[in-house]
T-cell receptor, first 114, second 108 residues
Framework: DSGVTQTPKHLITATGQRVTLRCSPR?????VYWYQQSLDQGLQFLIQ???????AKGNILERFSAQQFPDLHSELNLSSLELGDSALYFC?????????????FGSGTRLTVV | EDQVTQSPEALRLQEGESSSLNCSYT??????LFWYRQDPGKGPEFLFT???AGEEKEKERLKATLTKKESFLHITAPKPEDSATYLC?????????FGTGTKLQVIP
């Protein structure tokens, strides 16, 4: 157990729907990162939050949004889902967010859009 | 744009057969290079951080090295439990960029 908790583990939904993925960072970590991993691509950075504020943005679609709450858990909202959104979505955390070092990843949410 | 290229895409080794995985990178202002291990259906597990050319890190049968353009992950006398996908990532000024990984299979 890495200490980063992601729910749900699996999600199957239809095209056009909206889903919410949840992440609780490791205790004491202030920064949360969201990544998308599909079969033909590596881990693609989506967005980073630090202590409730958006810190950096990657290749996140306009249909996707995220937020980090006062208790530091984060949610990734995916709307108007398309078949191509099917992927593994990982959350990672780090103590500060600007430091140089490895992240702690959760076990991911596997999203299947049918 | 920061880029990370890993080779080979897949590698099959006999137990005890040593080899190396390659990670080539281009990044604006390298702040750190990372190696992760990822098992099927799980999140990446952090292995090493390398900060500057010439640096080396070791952990059990794994040894990571860094030059100005690439990093190598050397696996000495691998065991079946070393089978996994190994990911390389670089941290530049703005973000961390991951490679697509090398899938290693170690056969008993």
């Amino acid at each position: 157990d890495s200490g980063v908790t992601q729910t749900p583990k699996h999600l199957i939904t239809a095209t056009g729907q909206r889903v919410t993925l949840r992440c609780s960072p490791r205790s004491g970590d202030l920064s949360v990162y969201w990544y998308q991993q599909s079969l033909d691509q590596g881990l693609q950075f989506l967005i980073q939050y630090y202590n409730g504020e958006e810190r950096a943005k990657g290749n996140i679609l306009e249909r996707f949004s995220a937020q980090q709450f006062p208790d530091l858990h984060s949610e990734l909202n995916l709307s108007s889902l398309e078949l191509g959104d099917s992927a593994l979505y990982f959350c990672a955390s780090s103590p500060q967010g600007g430091e140089i070092g490895g992240y702690t990843f959760g076990s991911g949410t596997r999203l299947t859009v049918v | 744009e920061d880029q990370v290229t890993q080779s080979p895409e897949a590698l099959r080794l006999q137990e005890g057969e040593s080899s190396s995985l390659n990670c080539s990178y281009t990044v604006s202002g390298l702040r750190g290079l990372f190696w992760y291990r990822q098992d099927p259906g799980k999140g990446p597990e952090f292995l090493f951080t390398l900060y500057s050319a010439g640096e080396e890190k070791e952990k059990e049968r794994l040894k990571a090295t860094l030059t100005k353009k690439e990093s190598f992950l050397h696996i000495t006398a691998p065991k079946p439990e070393d089978s996994a996908t190994y990911l390389c990532a670089v941290q530049g000024y703005q973000k961390v960029t991951f490679g697509t990984g090398t899938k290693l299979q170690v056969i008993p």
